[in-house]
């Protein structure tokens, strides 16, 4: 690579990687190896965390406090130790520490099935969440390196298959490992051991990280530059992220990227905590039409994400990520306007398109922006961003529509109005989700502008010369 870059983070193209034949969905040989370790990887990181919250409402008094407590633990690590982790990335192989997160993994998930309390539980779900807060943002920094430019995009959709698609399959193991190791034991076959029903399950979870940090090892991942070697200087450490955080504020496309994915995920997100109250509240519906809601959205992203594979050589990345957005909370305000489980599914749907659209595109505009030395860092801190996000979301969005319940109450007995013969409920959760709407739309226009001030900076600063020339 040229070291004569006239701007420090902006990555050159490189030669080094021949372009792949257009038919290769995977790009090169070793980003399938890679892509297939993180489905292992994430399955075994699905099979874990359904494991995890059936222990403690196994083990614990009150199954709900306890599971809000794992379930903190597994989000509290990235707001701490995900930009430091970001400043490891940076400094070390990435293969390796990719390969020590998968190993530390096996090694804790084969103490989970003789955890008998709660706080043991939350110490090694605490651990699992620092060691994936680590895994992922070594996979994603390492994917320029080992991809043509032109493919990343596809390797982002690939990836975001791996993470999320995996749910339902591991979801199916756990199970029928579960019932397996019921049956084991009612035969007397594993009655000699002291552990219970999820055991199997998390043995052969451990098996699953062994088999990902095996891949990973025999991966030939380039390095951009050169690592730091010897022990971390924590005063540098400070100083990178210090860098890092200052090149996102600075870096119009990065920063626009990081506040649309997160304030979108904010809005949007609120379907998660209060789906359930509106498939009942609103559309009449019970468990079961929430159940469709999530599937719609689940099927949505993934349509997303196969249509950005068929056009992605053919549309501008920004243009896709702020429309995407745009679209995520313009269809959310659609869905919750609806008063019939239908519509709403279908409208669900695009909303799980444009947020999988959204998310593969942000990414991919990532890893075309940053340089090698930072990316790392960048990552990561997108890691705390979306975390952060996700729990302001479901710790905020109940309440914001708690609120709204008791506005609506201070001027109506009933919510209920009809416009015509169809009843419409104005219930707090609807009106809550309207905002979340709009606020997600809100930060689509936000990308849009913040691109469209760099684009004319960008312009003024070219036409500038030429003007000071034409005067003289």
């Not at 949505?300 to 068929?310: E, F, K």
Request: charge should be negative; glycine fraction near 10%; proline fraction near 5%.
């Amino acid at each position: 690579m040229s070291e004569n870059s006239s701007a420090p983070f902006i990555p050159e193209p490189s030669g080094d990687i021949p372009a792949p034949p257009r038919w290769r969905i995977f790009g090169s040989p070793i980003f399938f190896r890679l892509w297939l370790a993180q489905v292992v990887s994430s399955t075994g990181d699905w099979i874990g965390l359904i494991a995890i919250l059936a222990i403690a409402s196994r083990i614990s008094g009150n199954a709900g406090a306890a599971v809000s407590l794992v379930m903190l633990a597994r989000v509290v690590p990235g707001f701490f130790l995900g930009t430091i982790g970001g400043v490891i990335i940076d400094r070390f192989d990435r293969r390796l520490v990719m390969v020590v997160c998968d190993l530390a993994r096996a090694t804790l998930l084969l103490t989970l099935p003789f955890v008998n309390n709660l706080f043991q539980l939350i110490l090694v779900s605490f651990g699992l969440e620092v060691l994936t807060l680590l895994w992922g943002p070594a996979k994603d920094a390492a994917l320029p390196n080992i991809v043509d430019k032109d493919q990343l995009k596809s390797a982002n959709s690939l990836s975001l298959v791996a993470s999320y698609a995996t749910f339902p399959l591991a979801s199916l193991i756990f199970a029928l490992l579960a019932s397996l190791a019921a049956w084991l034991g009612s035969l007397g076959v594993i009655s000699s051991f002291s552990v219970d029903q999820e055991a199997l399950a998390l043995f052969v979870d451990s098996f699953t990280f062994l088999f990902s940090a095996l891949i990973v090892f025999s991966l030939p991942i380039p390095n951009d530059h050169q690592r730091h070697e010897g022990r971390i200087d924590f005063t540098q450490t400070g100083r990178d992220i210090k860098e890092g955080l200052k090149f996102i504020a600075s870096h119009p496309r990065v920063k626009a990227v990081m506040i649309g994915l997160g304030i979108g995920l904010i809005g949007s997100g609120a379907m998660i905590p209060l789906g359930a109250t509106f498939a009942e509240e609103s559309l009449g519906g019970d468990a079961a039409t929430f159940g469709l809601l999530m599937t719609a959205l689940g099927l949505g992203a993934a349509g997303g994400v196969i249509t950005l594979l068929l056009l992605q050589n053919r549309l501008p990345r920004e243009t896709v990520f702020e429309y995407a957005v745009m679209g995520t909370g313009a269809f959310l305000i659609i869905t919750v306007s609806f008063s019939s489980p239908l519509p709403a599914v279908m409208s669900t749907f695009a909303v799980g398109a444009c947020a999988g659209t959204a998310y593969v595109t942000g990414f991919t505009v990532l890893q075309e922006t940053v340089r090698d030395e930072l990316r790392g860092r960048t990552f990561a801190t997108l890691y705390v961003v979306i975390r952060m996000c996700l729990l302001i979301s479901l710790v905020f969005s109940p309440l914001w529509a708690d609120f709204w319940s008791w506005f609506i109450g201070l001027f109506a007995d009933d919510p209920t109005a009809y416009l015509g013969s169809t009843r419409y409920v104005f219930s707090g959760v609807r009106l809550a989700l309207w905002g979340g709407g709009l606020m997600t739309l809100g930060a689509g226009l936000w990308a849009h502008r913040t691109w469209a001030r760099s684009n004319d900076t960008s312009a003024t600063a070219v036409e500038s010369p030429i003007d000071e020339s034409d005067a003289s």
